[in-house]
């Protein structure tokens, strides 16, 4: 439990940093519980409408993590620490789905914030396979594992981890976790110029929230209705 609570309040303190909470507002609304069920393939997750879920004690915008810590790693993007920080995106989108509407999200991801929505990486998946530079390096290739080798550096370019993929949803809040965790030195990003695009994409996003934040935080703030 320790552990879990010095990564919250660690990553609390980088959004208090960045001006994602301030004095009690936006971001510090939400919370972090550990769940009664152990992981189910989630490292951790937040709901945005809770639905049947209610009846096990579950409530909306609130971070869990099962029960079964040891579940975690201490690979890149699997700590609990990073965890908390992939969940605090799906918190931020709770808190203010209006920000999200605006183009620079769509502009980033290729798509709205929508869980399960494979739009982008489908349509990236087609212009890889169409394009003449996959097609003739794989033409070389003389094993399956040569292939897949090629396949993973395409994707290591567009997608800054693998789960990222998935949805627009969790390419931001993959790509918010890694902004969090190296913030200081976003730089190390350049070789990866579609990641790097990203990235900086959500550093701006942040900038502009916390300024807008920062301008009305006397106002009584209330979680948008999404």
Not at 22 to 50: K, N, R, T, W
Not at 158 to 178: K, L, R
Request: hydrophobic content about 35%; overall charge positive.
């Amino acid at each position: 439990m320790c552990t879990v609570e010095t990564s919250y309040n660690r990553v609390r303190s980088e959004l208090a940093d960045l001006g994602l909470i301030v004095d009690g507002l936006y971001l510090d609304c939400i919370e972090l519980c550990i769940s009664d069920y152990p992981c189910q393939g989630e490292l951790g997750y937040l709901f945005e409408h809770v639905g049947v879920w209610a009846r096990l004690g579950f409530k909306p915008g609130v971070i869990y993590l099962p029960s079964d810590l040891s579940a975690h790693s201490s690979q890149a993007g699997h700590t609990v620490l990073d965890t908390i920080r992939h969940e605090y995106a799906h918190a931020w989108w709770y808190v203010d789905p209006r920000f999200f509407r605006d183009d620079w999200f769509v502009n980033t991801f290729g798509a709205p914030y929508s869980n399960g929505n494979p739009k982008p990486f489908q349509q990236w998946e087609r212009n890889v396979i169409q394009s003449r530079k996959y097609c003739k390096a794989v033409s070389r290739c003389r094993t399956e594992s040569g292939v897949h080798r090629i396949w993973g550096k395409c994707l290591h370019e567009q997608f800054i981890s693998e789960y990222a993929a998935t949805s627009a949803a969790e390419d931001f809040a993959e790509t918010f976790m890694f902004y969090l965790k190296y913030r200081n030195s976003l730089d190390r990003f350049q070789s990866r110029p579609t990641v790097y695009r990203k990235i900086k994409a959500v550093e701006k996003a942040v900038q502009r929230a916390a300024k807008q934040l920062d301008w009305g935080h006397q106002k009584h703030w209330r979680i948008a209705s999404a």
